[in-house]
Structure formats: C-alpha cells, structure tokens
C-alpha cells in the first residue's frame, strides 16, 4: 500500500498544482501522514532546477506549519487520552522523569529528528505532549527542516540525477553529520 501511495506521489510531481501538493504532503506528513514530502521534492526540483529555492522554501514552511498542528495534537491529546491512561498504570512519575529529559534536550531532539528520515510526526507530537517550550520547538523545526529540504535543493540542482543516488546512498553518514554539527552549536549556544 505504502509503495502505491509512493508511486502516486512521484508522479504529482509533474501534475501543474504540484507545488500546491507538495504544500499539503509537507504538512501533513509532519503530523500525522506517512510518506514523507521528499518523494515530490526530489522530482520537481530535478524537472525545474531553476525554482530549487522556492520548492525547497514551501517544502520547509508547510512542514514547519504541520509540526506546528503535531504539537498542538501532543498537547490537545495529551490531557484528554494519554493522561487517564498513564495515571491508570500508575507510570506518572515516570512519564514526567521523561518529560523533564525532553525539555532539557528538546532542541536537540527536534533538531535532529526534523533534518533526520525519521518519522517527525512523532517528535511533533511528543513536543507537545511533553510541553516543550513552542519557541525553541520553532527554532529548532525552522532551522532543521529547511536545512534538510534546502540541502537536497541544492544537491539536486547543482548535481543533478546523478546526485540523487549518492543521497539516498548516503542519506545515513548526511543525517549523522547533520546531528553533529547541530548538537555541537546547540551547546556551543547553551554554554555562551
């Protein structure tokens, strides 16, 4: 089903409201869907390299958009479904150990898993599930997510199809170097 789906989306990329799809597949996609935005991104920026910029640009804010309606979903839900179920197991002191944990490491945790090909619908929801604060949540999507979708604009129309390989070869090594880098001017921040 998830193969379908994927193929469908390759070829919206060609359709002329792609960039309009692209929109709804981004913020869907950092809530709740589960293809993520790459699979239209990749092919409209290769049939159109001169507006990499701008595919990249409403890739980056409509996934921003939807990581915002993720964490409102982690904090609506939260109180109304989580809450009575966590409190029946009796697990709430544990719940808020690992709360505490992702307010002190939150940015970094978004700011990996917004640049990352992991599910970022999750982090989303988590955000507001654990009431990380909505600043640094921004910040660190803002920063990850168009870091990633503005990357592989650039790869992709300086390199071409032929980059396309090597990204999804190396997606992996990128993401880890990404997460370095991040995680290290985080706390160079943190420290000054």
Known sequence: MLRKLYDKFLKLADHPKAL???????????SFFPIPPDV????????????????????????ILGGLAGYAIGAGLYESVASPIIEFYH???????????????GAIIVGIAGFSPIPYKVFTISSGMSGLSLPVFITASALSRSARFFLVAWLLKKYGVSI???????????????????ALAFAALKFL
Do not use: Q
Request: net charge positive; hydrophobic share 55%; aromatic share 14%.
């Open 40 to 63: 239209m991104l990749i092919p409209m920026v290769l049939a159109a390299p001169t507006r990499a910029w701008r595919i990249a640009f409403v890739c980056s804010a409509a996934s």
């Open 164 to 182: 396309r390989s090597f990204i999804e070869k190396r997606l992996g090594l990128m993401t880890l170097l990404f997460c370095l880098i991040f």
């Open 20 to 30: 309009f799809i692209l929109a709804i597949i981004s913020f869907t996609e950092s």
């Open 91 to 105: 697990m709430g002191d544990k719940v808020e150990r690992t709360k505490a944990l992702y307010n002190e490491y």
